[in-house]
C-alpha cells in the first residue's frame, strides 16, 4: 500500500514562501501523476496543482497559477510545491495524492485519494 506524507507547512505572513513537500512510501513500482489538494476549515477539498510522471506536464489552479510551481524528483518519491507571495485565503491543510487526470480548465483532476495527513499552512495578513 502506498502511503503519502505532507511536511513543510507553517505560518507565514502575507507575501512569503514556503515548500511543501510529499514523499510517497510503500510498495511503489512507478512514477505516478501526483497532485496536490487543500482543505480550509469548513470548506470541501479543492485542486490546487497537478505533475505528470516525469514532471514535464503541470497544470494549475487559477488561483495560483504564477504563485506556485509543482515539481517532483523520482528518485527521492518525492513532489513538492514551492509556494511564493502568499495570500491569507491559500490558509488550508495541503494534500499529496495520485491523480488519475491532470485536469483541465474547468474539469479538475481525479484523484485517487490516497491522503496523507496533510500539513497545515497558515498565512497571517
Known amino acids: 500500500q502506498v502511503q503519502m506524507v505532507e511536511s513543510g507547512g507553517g505560518l507565514v505572513q502575507a507575501g512569503g514562501s514556503l515548500r511543501l513537500s510529499c514523499i510517497a512510501t510503500g510498495r511503489i513500482e512507478k512514477a505516478f501523476p501526483m497532485g496536490w489538494f487543500r482543505q480550509a476549515t469548513g470548506k470541501e477539498r479543492e485542486f490546487v496543482a497537478t505533475i505528470n510522471w516525469n514532471g514535464g506536464t503541470t497544470y494549475y489552479s487559477d488561483v495560483v497559477q504564477g504563485r506556485f510551481t509543482i515539481s517532483r524528483d523520482n528518485t527521492k518519491n518525492t513532489v513538492y510545491l514551492q509556494m511564493n507571495s502568499l495570500k491569507p485565503e491559500d490558509t488550508a491543510v495541503y494534500y499529496c495524492?495520485?491523480?488519475?487526470?491532470?485536469?483541465?480548465?474547468?474539469?479538475?483532476?481525479?484523484?485517487?485519494?490516497?491522503w496523507g495527513q496533510g500539513t497545515q499552512v497558515t498565512v497571517s495578513s
Open positions: 495524492t495520485r491523480v488519475l487526470t491532470l485536469g483541465v480548465p474547468g474539469v479538475p483532476p481525479t484523484p485517487t485519494g490516497e
